[in-house]
């Protein structure tokens, strides 16, 4: 009798205290990209830079700064103004075949950075992909979204969203530059305009015992 009571008692217990409904992944997406197409206009308005230190087995190796802005057909370009190498150069041929190597290292760090440029900056089709197969949950006050096969094959996605704004907070993605695995952290901050904007990327490169860390800096409203 007792064990019929608890079974009741229970039934009633979900009856008055229903589970969460299932979040609507099809609608959220769609206000994301709604709040990140109108973030986008707001960010067109600047220009900055991008410091990105590359390490070599822990070791800084080279510095390139990077200019960012937007053209007038509202597409984001970069153009790198400067690179720097730490390394001591040697004389001659063998000084010549280090700038040779460094200079074919700056080309894999710029492909390396322009594909956490493609996590961090995706369309309103990526975005209603991306959550048709997400697996998403409340965490921490924030959603967060996970999913596979997001650009490529094998890779992987983690956002975060700040559900006030709908706005990005931090990702993190595992994909494939080449034949070598890059995993990459992208941290979002906001200016006192409430523009949010992607301010540091972390990227670990193993193959090549890599590892870069890029901040950017120096926004500025661009003069009209």
């Not at 709604?34 to 390490?55: G, T």
């Not at 075949?97 to 322009?114: F, P, R, T």
């Not at 309103?124 to 959603?143: H, I, R, W």
Request: glycine share 4%.
């Amino acid at each position: 009798m007792k064990f019929k009571i608890n079974i009741l008692i229970a039934a009633l217990m979900i009856f008055y205290f229903p589970l969460p409904a299932q979040i609507d992944k099809e609608a959220l997406s769609l206000k994301i990209s709604k709040a990140e197409e109108a973030n986008q206009q707001k960010l067109k308005e600047y220009v900055w830079k991008r410091r990105s230190d590359v390490f070599v087995e822990s070791k800084l190796m080279l510095t390139t700064i990077t200019e960012f802005n937007y053209t007038a057909d509202g597409k984001l370009e970069t153009k790198i103004v400067d690179a720097e190498t730490s390394i001591q150069k040697k004389p001659g041929l063998r000084g010549k075949a280090q700038e040779n190597a460094v200079e074919g290292k700056v080309e894999y760090i710029e492909k390396s950075l322009q594909l956490a440029l493609d996590y961090a900056f995706m369309t309103k089709g990526e975005m209603l992909d991306f959550f048709s197969k997400a697996t998403v949950t409340e965490k921490n006050g924030q959603l967060e979204a996970v999913a596979d096969n997001v650009h490529i094959p094998g890779d992987r996605l983690l956002i975060r969203i700040d559900p006030q704004t709908n706005l990005y907070t931090y990702k993190e993605f595992t994909s494939i530059l080449g034949k070598d695995k890059i995993d990459g952290k992208l941290n979002y901050e906001k200016f006192s305009n409430g523009t949010n904007h992607l301010s540091v990327t972390t990227l670990n490169l193993p193959a090549q015992k890599m590892s870069i860390d890029a901040k950017n800096q120096d926004y500025t409203i661009r003069v009209k």
